[in-house]
């Protein structure tokens, strides 16, 4: 399994925003804006359920994830991925609180909406370029 860079680490472990693309059933790309973070040196993110990014995921694993820093914007992360895991419940609820403390230093997510569930998705990078 390739290894994220340091770069890429290190972008991920920091407030950055990803745009995260996904497929969607007619082959078009999808892209969203998402937190994101590393666990044992994978990528996590975490979306509802019921959204186009879990229903894509379903269909093709495969994603790509991009980053620029707004400092120096010619200075840019890529990462091509495939998910190689996901899961609701208890964890995936504490992994979105997780991000909420990391981007908005709130130790509850405060945009939950009545009856949401949550999925995190663990993602192997498979190609890594940028600085």
Do not use: C
């Not at 340091?6 to 998402?34: C, H, M, Y």
């Not at 894509?56 to 495939?82: F, K, T």
């Amino acid at each position: 399994m390739p290894e994220l860079t340091d770069a890429a680490r290190k972008a991920l472990e920091g407030r950055n925003f990803w745009a995260l693309a996904t497929i969607n059933p007619d082959g078009t790309p999808q892209n969203s804006i998402v937190w994101a973070s590393t666990h044992d040196g994978q990528i996590i993110f975490n979306t509802a359920l019921g959204r186009k990014k879990p229903r894509n995921l379903e269909r093709n694993p495969n994603v790509a994830l991009a980053w620029y820093d707004p400092e120096s914007p010619y200075r840019m992360i890529s990462i091509q991925g495939r998910v190689l895991d996901s899961y609701t419940g208890d964890r995936a609820e504490a992994d979105i609180d997780s991000l909420a403390k990391k981007y908005l230093d709130q130790d509850v997510y405060p945009f939950r909406q009545e009856g949401e569930r949550r999925i995190t998705y663990l993602i192997e990078p498979i190609h890594v370029s940028g600085q």
